[in-house]
């Protein structure tokens, strides 16, 4: 039992380390690849939200859970790697659209981004077709947010 | 001496006489659809430091960032004090189409009088009156901190010389009206040519790539080209169109919101549905 006990203790202390490392060694470059990644994910999510609130497709409760719980995901595995860290304003070699205003003195991106939160949870609160048209505007209005203030236009 | 005597004379004020105001009834109700097709808030909207602000009042002061400098657009409201409340008609129509002050200075042309000097003065007369309906709220605001000599504020007259166009807009017979109403928002009140049209030299519009897209004006990125958008098929019809214009990222439409384009689109969706049909007839017919 005790060696057992040891092993698990071991596997856990080796994992929190290999834990460790990666993060200490997720670069700038990583990290804006991992948010580009998140922010792709979201748009997925929301394509499918969108086209219930277009009327494009039914009011479907499952479909409303799945695409929020995707971008609670993709928030927490962002989370997990510092894809939002202030050192990664700036990539090596990979480009980024966020403005460095987001890490900036006095920056309300913490506001914003708890808007963003509790918006989706409202959202993914909803049960039916009339409490999905009142919530997922103000999901959308809070990626505006964020987009408005802190993304620089991409193309010419 | 006959350089510098040239240079006073192209550079004075050229200010619009009484006889440029004609008798006119305002229609309030159309100088609120201007006001919102001109997004006249989203630069005048209230600073920061403002104790309960109104954030639906123009009482001006938030800081707007240009390649020159910081500004600080003006409180807009009727207060007589620090707004426009004892603001005459021809002062109102000298600031807004030919970028001259109250007190006969030549205005900063982030204010986009380069655009508004193609409206009709009645429209002009319009927004004033819709203006004077919005209670007055008092709101002093900072001058700017653009360093500007008196003589370089002199030198913003021969920038206008040769950079401002006072030809009025006029309608295209050969496409059908709403085509045309759709033109006179987007060149007129809407101003959209400011920042979808690259500048030349000498910072004036280089109208041989009209609304082809160009360096951001607060410095950082690139506003895109409207025929670009529209080759691409981003918009895949005016319906389309209209939808991301009413909408934004409620339906989706993502790249309605970066570089202010946001708050743009916040403000074209308080227009009419026609008015929005129209813009949108317009801009798809840039190829």
């Not at chain 1, 995901?73 to 480009?95: I, L, P, R, Y």
């Not at chain 2, 030919?98 to 030549?106: A, D, P």
């Not at chain 2, 790539?209 to 895949?236: A, N």
């Amino acid at each position: 039992m005790q060696a057992q006990s040891f092993l698990r203790t071991v596997t856990a202390g080796v994992l929190v380390i290999g834990l460790g490392v990666t993060l200490a060694f997720a670069s700038a470059d990583d990290k804006i690849k991992a948010r580009q990644a998140e922010m792709k994910n979201n748009g997925k999510a929301i394509g499918a939200l969108v086209a219930i609130m277009k009327g494009e497709q039914p009011y479907d409760a499952a479909v409303v859970k799945a695409s929020i719980d995707s971008m609670a995901a993709g928030d927490a595995a962002s989370a997990k790697v510092g894809a939002w860290d202030a050192d990664s304003a700036k990539g090596e070699t990979v480009e980024t659209y966020a403005k460095p205003e987001i890490w900036a003195e006095g920056s309300d991106v913490g506001t914003k981004y708890k808007a963003w939160v509790d918006a989706r949870n409202a959202v993914a609160a909803t049960t039916d077709e009339a409490s999905f048209k009142a919530a997922f505007p103000v999901l959308g209005e809070s990626c505006k947010g964020c987009h408005e203030k802190f993304r620089r236009p991409k193309e010419n | 001496m006959l350089g510098l005597s040239i240079f006073w004379i192209a550079s004075s004020p050229r200010v619009l006489g009484a006889a440029a105001i004609p008798t006119h009834v305002a229609d309030v109700a159309n100088g609120k659809l201007l006001y919102n097709a001109g997004g006249c808030l989203s630069c005048h909207k209230p600073r920061p430091d403002l104790a309960n602000a109104d954030k639906a009042l123009p009482s001006g002061g938030f800081p707007l960032k240009t390649p020159i400098g910081i500004l600080y657009p003006p409180n807009i409201t009727p207060d007589s004090a620090t707004g426009i409340g004892d603001w005459s008609d021809l002062e109102f129509v000298n600031a807004i189409q030919r970028g001259i002050s109250k007190g006969g200075q030549h205005l900063i042309p982030a204010f986009p009088y380069t655009s508004y000097a193609a409206m009709p003065v009645t429209d002009v007369l319009d927004i004033k009156a819709y203006l004077m309906t919005l209670p007055p709220v008092v709101s002093a605001t900072s001058a700017s901190d653009i360093p500007l000599p008196f003589i370089l504020r002199r030198g913003i007259g021969l920038w206008k010389w040769a950079g401002l166009d006072t030809t009025p807009w006029r309608p295209d017979p050969a496409q059908s009206a709403n085509w045309n109403r759709g033109s006179y928002l987007v060149n007129g009140p809407g101003h959209c040519n400011e920042c979808h049209t690259p500048r030349n030299l000498i910072m004036a519009r280089n109208n041989s790539r009209f609304l082809m897209g160009g360096p951001h004006p607060e410095g950082s990125g690139k506003v895109p080209s409207l025929h670009g958008l529209i080759d691409r098929k981003r918009y895949k019809d005016k319906a389309d169109l209209v939808l991301a214009f009413q909408n934004g990222e409620v339906f989706g439409y993502d790249h309605m919101s970066a570089g202010g384009m946001g708050q743009v689109q916040s403000n074209i969706a308080k227009l009419p549905q026609q008015d929005v049909e129209a813009i949108a007839e317009y801009i798809l017919s840039l190829k």
